[in-house]
């Protein structure tokens, strides 16, 4: 097991609940999610302290240097308001010095700059835009005090509100108002993309956080679901030729404006939305090229540096620093996603420049969340829930950061992994993971063994599901391990088997619980991906004893949901094939799973279900009887998963564990979707 750091810089809550602390000043990024005070105690090591009094002398130096150029305190009184004088008796704030400065960033590092075209960018020392012996000292802008920070905050929160409240006084025509409440609800709080404030309030004035080529990207985005509403069905087919119009738009657009040279923060969100939609529908080439121009833009344009302590030459007001924090770590998150669906390396990574996971404006978090657009029986409807979509946002990017270790040092495609280096990083990520789902809130946290009737909003299901997906990804791998030491009674490989069968269960239970809550037309890609991965371990237990009846029964239950999914999500059809090809070489007709029915599985409506009928896909329902009457979500609790989701549930046949040992892995890769 590799042997973990410790980092003197800790602070105290984190060292007492025994977690990683990644020392960001003024508060971890841990304590920020937690709302708890970050308090740091332990002295410095002898080397930080002395690069610290070097920097002192170097500090004391330049401002010798200028020292002439400064009024006296009488003119500099005379010179200012009363206000600004009281501001000047005040302490200054410390210098924020990076923890652990032995790794301190380079001195060529000058921070963000402005082009000549306006653009806010960074360059460095090897650019042509700076001497190569041009190295001052990395610039590194003022700490907030708690105090401040709390003001920041309430400017934000109180500008948040103001602009829903004006939000609603706006008079957007349909189906434009329609499917921006559909990005709203269901893409937006998970993976931010957009910030709702400052996008609404330019939309009026057509400020710079808007552009009508990413109004054309979120309508396009926004189709899949939008068309499930018939009146908006009949607006998009009579005027913008079934929505296509609005993709049309966005993508000549957008590369009318990089032809030109513009890059923005609405070309950055732009070009994501875009990447999702290619990536839902199987276009991986174009889905990869957009994700990858708007990665390069996010580098051009400096949001990969946190422009709050380098804000160089650039004056960044705190909507501006606000956003460029969510920008970056949605395109952090998303590059793991994509990376994920397509089977490659990921592009993104976190240094010590980059952008903390402090979102001030937490306005969401208490926001109310209903499922819009989704009807259900009159007289009932979905009881208004806290989005806590902040708390569920900054936890996502936690996660990601774990994923993000087992993708390079486990999944690499192009950089065979040694068994050594899966090892360590199966050593370090289990932890890791296992101390993320401790310290995960409880109102994010959804225990299997005690699943709610009704599912919290779709954002808290798809955080839990990935989690579980991620943990499968981390054990897959070991299932084919030759080893023998014993590990808390089990040998390994029956401990990875068990995690996985155990969050292939999870997984499917709460995609089962999203579908009886929210229709089975609602999910996204990444919910889906994550019934693939049950699939894949279901059909490893078929392959260890093919009279597994319950694994055949899990199987059947994903492949008959794949089957629907891949309606909205074409790629699925990739993820069908290669399950149908590896149970035909298992020697199993693939009609026992229901794969000769996929193509025949009728189109879905409004909430999933073919003529008005709830679609029960339960693999212990007989496929003729599928079709069960419409059952209100109060009800829900009549629709079990499977037989009943108790303790057999997780219970794995001991025949799996005597034969897994003796076969080779199957031939499906859990690290992308073939295209």
């Known amino acids: ?332 998150f998303w590059d793991k996603m994509i990376s994920l669906y397509l089977g490659r390396t990921p592009s993104l990574q976190h240094t010590s420049v980059s952008p903390p996971q402090i979102m001030f404006d937490d306005s969401s978090e208490t926001e109310s969340w209903t499922p819009f657009g989704v009807a259900h029986e009159e007289g009932w409807k979905y009881p208004p829930s806290p989005a806590h979509a902040i708390s569920c946002f900054t936890n996502m990017c936690q996660l990601a950061q774990i994923f993000n270790e087992i993708l390079v040092h486990m999944y690499d495609p192009v950089r065979p992994n040694s068994q050594v280096e899966m090892q360590e990083c199966l050593a370090d990520q289990e932890v890791a993971l296992q101390d993320w789902w401790k310290e995960l809130p409880t109102h994010l946290r959804i225990e299997p063994q005690s699943l709610p009737s009704l599912a919290p909003p779709s954002h808290i299901i798809t955080l839990n599901s990935l989690y579980h997906t991620f943990k499968v990804l981390l054990y897959r791998p070991m299932l084919s391990q030759r080893t023998r030491t014993a590990e808390d009674g089990l040998k390994p490989i029956e401990h990875y088997l068990l995690g996985c069968v155990t969050s292939a269960t999870t997984i499917v239970a709460l995609f089962d619980l999203f579908c009886r809550s929210f229709g089975i037309v609602q999910c996204d890609l990444s919910l889906s991906y994550g019934v693939y991965i049950s699939a894949s371990i279901f059909l490893l237990q078929v392959q260890s004893n093919v009279e597994d009846t319950q694994a055949l029964r899990r199987l059947e239950y994903c492949v008959r949901t794949l089957a629907q999914l891949k309606q909205g999500n074409p790629v699925i059809a990739s993820a069908l094939n290669l399950i149908a090809q590896e149970l035909s070489d298992l020697g199993i007709n693939p009609d026992r799973v229901g794969l000769a029915d996929a193509p025949a599985t009728p189109p879905l409506s409004a909430f999933g279900v073919p003529s008005g009928g709830y679609l029960d896909v339960s693999p212990s329902v007989p496929a003729t009887e599928a079709n069960q009457p419409y059952m209100s979500p109060a009800n829900l609790q009549h629709l079990p998963f499977v037989e009943s989701f108790g303790p057999d549930a997780f219970a794995i046949d001991p025949v799996v564990f005597q034969t897994m040992p003796s076969f080779e892995p199957l031939s499906i890769r859990m690290g992308g979707v073939s295209h």
């Open 1 to 332: 097991m590799r042997t973990l750091k410790k980092s003197a810089f800790s602070c105290e809550p984190c060292r007492r609940r025994k977690v990683k602390c990644g020392g960001e000043q003024p508060t971890c990024n841990r304590c920020a999610a937690r709302l708890e005070d970050c308090v740091y105690k332990l002295n410095p090591t002898l080397s930080y302290t002395s690069r610290l009094e070097q920097r002192i002398k170097d500090l004391e130096a330049q401002l010798a240097m200028v020292k002439s150029d400064i009024p006296s305190p009488a003119d500099r009184f005379q010179q200012t308001s009363p206000s600004t004088s009281r501001s000047l008796s005040l302490t200054p704030d410390p210098v924020v010095l990076e923890p652990g400065y032995e790794d301190f960033v380079s001195e060529s590092f000058q921070g963000l700059t402005v082009d000549d075209k306006g653009s806010i960018t960074y360059h460095g020392a090897t650019s042509f835009f700076q001497l190569p012996d041009d190295r001052p000292p990395g610039f590194r802008g003022l700490a907030s005090s708690s105090a401040e920070a709390t003001q920041r905050r309430e400017r934000l929160v109180a500008n948040a509100w103001q602009q829903r409240a004006l939000e609603k006084l706006s008079d957007i025509p349909e189906p434009f108002h329609y499917l921006l409440n559909v990005l709203w609800s269901w893409t937006q709080p998970l993976f931010n993309f957009i910030y709702r404030p400052a996008f609404t309030r330019d939309l009026q004035t057509l400020g710079p956080y808007y552009s009508h080529t990413l109004m054309n990207a979120i309508l396009s985005h926004s189709i899949r679901w939008g068309r499930h509403n018939p009146t908006t069905r009949k607006l998009l087919d009579d005027h913008y030729e079934g929505g296509a119009l609005f993709g049309k738009h966005a993508r000549s657009m957008v590369f009318g404006e990089l032809s030109q040279g513009i890059s923005s923060i609405p070309t950055v969100q732009t070009l994501l939305l875009l990447s999702a939609q290619e990536c839902s529908v199987g276009n991986s080439a174009q889905a990869w090229t957009y994700s990858g121009l708007a990665f390069r833009i996010v580098d051009h344009l400096g949001i990969c540096v946190d422009g709050q302590r380098y804000p160089g030459s650039v004056q960044l007001s705190e909507e501006d620093v606000e956003i460029r924090h969510r920008i970056f770590w949605s395109c952090y």
